[in-house]
């Protein structure tokens, strides 16, 4: 979508959120790609929701979960597709795990041995930690006795699609990553999984739905009109601290209100606005 140029739903890969999200709004198919994750059998809970909000407090930042899903016995998953590579990965990660958290007990709870067991897994097609692993799952554990691992339910699971540990991880995990990265090149005669061939084909079917492509060109719309009207705000930031900047050199040289708006084609009220706004930022940073 860069340039405001629009990728063809056709071409998108499973990197892109939309058609993740799309994906795994069928309970069915986000069953089998947890299931080929976790290596083992899940039975979910209906219904998941994508872009599911969680917030604490109207203060605090809130975070938008890609994919939010809870199995039978309460395990909660958090299934998140960052398709570019950022810095902060790790402590978003903790960030995530701490509102996921706050948000599964509920008030008057004495024990917090009711808070559920959590899952969240962040699929990449880069290697954040620079192993060669397909995946690398982190749970807590003492750093003078690597052996005792802490029992609080909390595990995150990083995958990288360019894993090179072939002979230490399921072949169908390798797999299923192999079409996150190649969802236009792998056809369903390569797979060997049934999982994945069954995700393979649910795709080709969300890229055929003439809704979901009305839904796709939606969605990209909203997009652009949000980053364009990013962009205008920054000119507009950006147009204004110049005009403080200007402003406040000439007050430093001496000159009066009638002055600074004469050389700058300004009437004194704007002028004034200016410096009003200018104060009132000043004293909420002091």
């Not at 917090?112 to 749970?139: E, S, V």
Request: proline content about 2%; aromatic content about 8%.
């Amino acid at each position: 979508m860069q340039k405001n140029k629009i990728k063809p739903l056709k071409d998108l890969r499973l990197l892109d959120r939309f058609l993740f999200a799309e994906l795994m709004e069928d309970e069915e198919c986000s069953k089998e790609v947890l299931e080929i994750i976790l290596g083992k059998e899940i039975q979910l809970l209906p219904k998941n929701q994508t872009e599911k909000e969680v917030r604490t407090a109207s203060w605090l930042k809130s975070i938008r979960l890609d994919v939010y899903s809870v199995d039978e016995e309460g395990t909660v998953y958090d299934t998140e597709m960052q398709q570019n590579w950022r810095d902060d990965l790790e402590k978003r990660s903790r960030y995530y795990q701490g509102l996921l958290d706050s948000s599964l007990l509920v008030p008057g709870e004495q024990s917090y041995n009711a808070l559920n067991d959590t899952y969240i897994i962040m699929i990449m097609p880069f290697d954040l930690f620079g192993k060669g692993r397909y995946q690398y799952t982190i749970k807590a554990f003492c750093e003078e006795d690597k052996e005792i691992q802490i029992q609080d339910g909390a595990t995150r699971i990083f995958l990288n699609t360019h894993g090179k540990n072939k002979e230490e991880v399921r072949p169908e995990l390798i797999e299923f990553l192999s079409y996150v990265e190649k969802t236009n090149e792998l056809q369903e005669a390569m797979f060997h999984s049934e999982k994945v061939t069954k995700i393979q084909k649910a795709v080709q079917q969300i890229k055929s739905n003439e809704e979901i492509g009305v839904k796709y060109m939606q969605k990209w719309e909203e997009i652009a009109e949000a980053r364009a009207e990013g962009r205008e705000e920054g000119r507009e930031e950006g147009r204004e601290q110049l005009l403080i900047n200007q402003i406040q050199k000439k007050k430093a040289k001496g000159k009066d209100i009638t002055q600074i708006a004469d050389e700058l084609e300004m009437t004194e009220e704007e002028v004034q606005k200016i410096l009003d706004k200018y104060a009132e930022t000043t004293q909420a940073q002091i």
